[in-house]
């Protein structure tokens, strides 16, 4: 299972974002796919999960009509659009393959992660 996250970057706030995540060792699409954040000195929160199978899609509050994941099945690749980025989303993203939804997976099944950085 290799997961390899990459178009993290330093924006300015209202400024967008878009994050992808090459899976490889697995079908993405058979797993519920998670993009989670950890910013320095906080616990990991998921932001967006997208379901197996069917793709059905889920936010976080906090990024809910901002954020927008998707995944390409031939490419076997997970996407996060970021619009409208603030401060608080600066954190280091990190792409997760999950057997459970709304559940954060287990570090094990983690890609290397991106950092995100919002600021003026």
């Known amino acids: 299972v290799q997961l390899v996250e990459s178009g993290g970057g330093m924006v300015q706030p209202g400024g967008s974002l878009r994050l992808s995540c090459a899976a490889s060792g697995f079908t993405l699409s058979n797993f519920h796919m998670y993009w989670v954040r950890q910013a320095p000195g906080k616990g990991p929160e998921w932001v967006s999960v997208?379901?197996?199978?069917?793709?059905?899609?889920y936010y976080a509050d906090s990024v809910k009509g901002r954020f927008t994941i998707s995944r390409d099945n031939a490419n076997n690749t997970l996407y996060l659009q970021m619009i409208s980025l603030k401060p608080e989303d600066t954190a280091r993203y990190y792409c997760?393959?999950?057997?459970?939804?709304?559940?954060?997976?287990?570090?094990?099944?983690w890609g290397q992660g991106t950092q995100v950085t919002v600021s003026s």
């Open positions: 997208i379901k197996a199978g069917g793709g059905s899609t």
């Open positions: 997760a393959r999950g057997n459970y939804w709304l559940v954060i997976p287990s570090r094990d099944y």
